[in-house]
């Protein structure tokens, strides 16, 4: 019979399981995720970084551009031209530098898109969460997803060779390309992300403050428009700015659709030209590299990454904001 010694006099290392292993494993896997989110963070500084560094090379061409007979042109003027100028011609022998010609363009069209996605998209939110069945829930929602998958550059040429002919019918003859025609489809493309991003945010809402209107007398509709879309608005505010920040930045369709002419203002029945579709003609090769010209690429893509960071930081603020916690 052997003896059994006291617990006080076993060594503490027998009851500590060696964990180097496991910690190995832990520190390589920290050191993987580690990397893969430095890169997506090097990256963004990149793309930042080159923007700055060639519309800082822009802005100081620009001066010796618009100087004419003699005179000189500050920083500040060309800046002030660069925003407010009432053309823009970089590409033809007589160069102006206003900007505000796409802006408006890219703004009528984001605008005019947003009108044709919202009323569809909320109405669809709003039908998916609040009247249909489960069943039906589990099909629709689904098959209105898949025109999120569709490729813009399909999108694309639905706006050019059926919508355009089709609105055609109703413009002057002598008009060809048109805004309209890739508002609506633009509008179409973005109509399902506004659906199913503000249905998540109304399906969240819980069922004990529809309880609570039903108690009170409420019909459905009530119940629907003053309690459950109020306590969902800052997740469809949320799809509503992410759409618009979707829609600033889509090429193929106002490329293809909405021409290419630097028009001023806000007339959706002539061919105009947006931000990304300047960004897709100089990038064919119609600018020489290192030209003031080939600069207004970087130029004009600084202006429309400052736009939509405008929109992720009020989108940002809004949700803090306006956001509500239910137990």
Known sequence: MTAELP?????????????????????????????????SIFTTIGIIGTLIFEA????GDLPAELSKDGESVS?????????????????????QFG????????????????????????LAAICLSEYASPKVRRILKPVL???????TVVYGYFALLTVTPFLQLFLPPEEGFNALSACIVLGIMITPMIASLSEDAIYSVPQSLRD????????KRETVWSVVLPAALSGIVSSLILATSRAIGETMIVTLAAGANPTLGFNPFVPVMTMTAYIVQVTKGDAPHGTIAYETLYAV???????????????????????????
């Open 56 to 59: 800082i090379s822009f802005f």
């Open 212 to 219: 609570g209107s039903y108690a009170l007398g409420a019909t």
């Open 301 to 327: 893509g600084m202006m429309l990454f400052l736009i939509t960071l405008a929109l992720n930081v009020f989108s940002f603020w809004f949700v803090r904001r306006f956001r509500q916690k239910y137990d």
């Open 145 to 151: 997803e898949i025109l999120a998958g569709v490729p």
């Open 7 to 39: 617990i006080n006099d076993i060594a503490p290392d027998v009851w500590r399981p060696n964990r180097s292993r496991s910690q190995a494993i832990q520190l390589f896997v920290k050191i993987i995720c580690g990397s893969f989110a430095a890169i």
């Open 75 to 95: 920083y500040v003027q060309g800046f002030i031209h660069f925003l407010t100028a009432g053309r823009w011609t970089p590409l033809f022998a007589s160069k």
């Open 99 to 122: 900007i505000f010609v796409l802006i408006s363009a890219t703004l009528m069209i984001t605008f005019i898109s947003i009108l044709v996605a919202l009323p569809l998209g909320l």
